[in-house]
């Protein structure tokens, strides 16, 4: 049983969504490992890019998103599609926190697409992708 599942027996209050620091991937050390050694796969829009520290349970995964200058030359269309991205990330991180053994330790969320997509789109690449990095 998950500690959100746990926490809503006992309180009888529904679990939060909650996106906090902790579950965000500042460290530039770190950002170079996961793109240096972690495994990646495509869900267009989506590129999904995951490291797991062998031998080790993460405390939580940690979460880097990112949307290329290249096909989104104004901050308005990026920013737009990285809140889009986090708020999915957020409504879905629960499918992480079913199973911790299996949840990747970092993994960062790049938006490939060329066009901007309704969020109905990037929530439902986002579980599958989710969904996906449980299983590999």
Known sequence: MTTEAANEQ???QPTRHTFSKEERLCSKRLITLLFSKGSSFNLYP??????SEPGTTPA?????????KR??????????????????????????LADPAKAPSLL???YIGKE??????IQKK????L??????
């Not at 989506?46 to 490291?51: D, E, I, P, S």
């Not at 096909?71 to 629960?94: G, P, T």
């Not at 969904?131 to 590999?136: A, G, H, P, Q, S």
């Open 60 to 68: 939580t995964t940690q979460v880097v998103i990112s949307v290329s």
């Open 116 to 121: 901007k997509k309704s969020f109905q789109s």
């Open 10 to 12: 006992q309180t009888g």
């Open 108 to 110: 960062g969320i790049l």
């Open 71 to 96: 096909h989104f030359k104004r901050a308005v269309d990026r920013n737009r599609l990285k809140r889009q991205i986090r708020e999915a990330y957020r409504l879905n991180k629960h499918i992480l």
């Open 46 to 51: 989506l590129r999904f890019v995951y490291y």
């Open 126 to 129: 986002l579980n599958s992708g």
């Open 131 to 136: 969904e996906r990095c449980l299983n590999t």
